[in-house]
T-cell receptor, first 116, second 112 residues
Framework: DAGVTQSPTHLIKTRGQQVTLRCSPK?????VSWYQQALGQGPQFIFQ???????QRGNFPDRFSGHQFPNYSSELNVNALLLGDSALYLC???????????????FGPGTRLTVL | TQLLEQSPQFLSIQEGENLTVYCNSSSVFSSLQWYRQEPGEGPVLLVTVVTGGEVKKLKRLTFQFGDARKDSSLHITAAQPGDTGLYLC????????????FGTGTRLKVLA
């Protein structure tokens, strides 16, 4: 049973560029959340997708957008990259319409984004 | 703004020693979770505590949720090198049902 997978593993971009990160949830999971983890910090919630719609959003600018596909996979897009966007981007999946906090989140290994 | 502050930030100990990591907030949480994250990997859930005063044990790890549900602790007995990693606490926010916040993290290194 495949867990949460993310691609690419590493990515280097320059300021002003745009990037797309991809996530495939664990088999049987229908909810995907994205997090940004700066070096030495805990993850920060970006947004959550359920039934192909953004269900909840954290304190991130509109430069951060996402999409969920009918097969539950998801993309995170970041436009007009800034140096401060350099971080590990984590995807987590859960199963459950409630989206309850006590539903176990399974995290992928992350995509390391470096903005030069 | 809800915050989860963890202490200590860094901890380096010898194999066999005991340690406690703390997760504190001025806000009440309905539940808290503890995760461990190893280099190059995403966080892995260790435990969820939901009742004030609750104590849960996972082998050599003991988790406690404060009576007032504003704090939690993780105690490791006889630490082993395999316990090395970043320990994170996390909780649901009051500003959104599906929005979670994570603590600042405690980086633990256990030396053989």
């Amino acid at each position: 049973d495949a867990g949460v997978t993310q691609s690419p593993t590493h990515l280097i971009k320059t300021r002003g560029q745009q990037v797309t990160l991809r996530c495939s949830p664990k088999s049987g999971h229908d909810t995907v959340s994205w997090y940004q983890q700066a070096l030495g910090q805990g993850p920060q919630f970006i947004f959550q997708y359920y039934e192909e719609e953004e269900r909840q959003r954290g304190n991130f600018p509109d430069r951060f957008s996402g999409h969920q596909f009918p097969n539950y996979s998801s993309e995170l897009n970041v436009n007009a990259l800034l140096l401060g966007d350099s971080a590990l981007y984590l995807c987590a999946s859960t199963k459950g319409t409630s989206g309850s906090f006590t539903d176990t989140q399974y995290f992928g290994p992350g995509t390391r984004l470096t903005v030069l | 703004t809800q915050l989860l502050e963890q202490s200590p930030q860094f901890l380096s100990i010898q194999e066999g020693e005991n340690l406690t990591v703390y997760c504190n907030s001025s806000s009440v949480f309905s539940s808290l979770q503890w995760y461990r994250q190893e280099p190059g990997e995403g966080p892995v859930l260790l435990v969820t505590v939901v009742t004030g005063g609750e104590v849960k044990k996972l082998k050599r790890l003991t988790f406690q949720f404060g009576d007032a549900r504003k704090d939690s602790s993780l105690h490791i007995t006889a630490a082993q090198p395999g316990d090395t990693g970043l320990y994170l606490c996390a909780g649901p926010t009051t500003s959104g049902t599906y929005k979670y916040i994570f603590g600042t993290g405690t980086r633990l290194k256990v030396l053989a």
